[in-house]
């Protein structure tokens, strides 16, 4: 069982409708969770991070986490043509560790 | 959040051959990573390399084939090793936020092609 699991999609989401991340992971010692959003050919961006259960909001990005479930959540909300890319979830047990990615969602936002 | 500068951007190199990659961090940071990405793929950390001490390497990496310096808080370099074309990878430095809880903030990545 992979540490930071994802479904690899692509996850196609039409314009200015609500796109939903998902994201579970199999370690209960992890402490943190981010999302980053990597463009082709580009390095992952961070975007969110969450630590406690419950949501937290940033704009059009609301990250939801449920420890008990061992899941966290990514809703773009509004998505645009340039939301397409691929989203990477990560974990970490504390600060000074190494994050772990899962494989990521590739998202397309169709016009 | 810090800015990461990584050198080469990107390379093809010959089989047999080594390649150093430079990253440079425009504050001193304690923790610098070291992923890789290999072709569509997520991902891998290779090391974590700490300013005075040995890079501590995750299980599948070793020292002889991913040297790693970190001569102070500011630099470190990772040199890709006797190159296969399974090297073929994007290799990205990190570093952790001086605040917050942990965020890395990523180089822009050097893209290796292995011939």
């Known amino acids: 069982q992979k540490e930071v699991e994802q479904n690899s999609g692509p996850l196609s989401v039409p314009e200015g409708a609500i796109a939903s991340l998902n994201c579970t992971y199999s370690?209960?010692?992890?402490?943190?969770f981010f999302w980053y959003r990597q463009y082709s050919g580009k390095s992952p961006e961070l975007i969110m991070s969450?630590?406690?259960?419950g949501d937290k909001e940033d704009g059009r990005f609301t990250a939801q986490l449920n420890k008990a479930s061992q899941y966290v959540s990514l809703l773009i909300r509004d998505s645009q043509p340039s939301d397409s890319a691929t989203y990477l979830c990560?974990?970490?047990?504390?600060?000074?560790?190494?994050?772990?990615f899962g494989g990521g969602t590739r998202v397309l936002v169709k016009p | 959040s810090a800015v990461i500068s990584q050198k080469p951007s990107r390379d093809i190199c010959q089989r047999g051959t080594s390649l150093t990659i430079q990253c440079q961090v425009d504050?001193?940071?304690?923790?610098m990573f070291w992923y890789r990405q290999q072709p569509g793929q997520s991902l891998t950390l290779i090391a974590t390399?700490?300013?005075?001490?040995?890079?501590?390497?995750e299980s599948g990496f070793v020292i002889d084939k991913f040297p790693i310096s970190r001569p102070n808080l500011t630099f470190s370099t990772l040199t890709v090793s006797n190159m296969s074309p399974e090297d073929s990878s994007i290799y990205l430095c990190?570093?952790?936020?001086?605040?917050?809880?942990?965020?890395?903030?990523f180089g822009e990545g050097s893209r290796l092609t292995v011939l």
């Open positions: 990560a974990s970490r047990k504390a600060a000074g560790n190494k994050l772990t």
């Open positions: 370690d209960r010692g992890s402490q943190s």
């Open positions: 969450i630590y406690s259960n």
């Open positions: 504050s001193q940071v304690t923790m």
């Open positions: 390399a700490n300013q005075g001490s040995e890079a501590t390497y």
């Open positions: 990190s570093v952790e936020a001086s605040r917050g809880a942990g965020e890395l903030f």
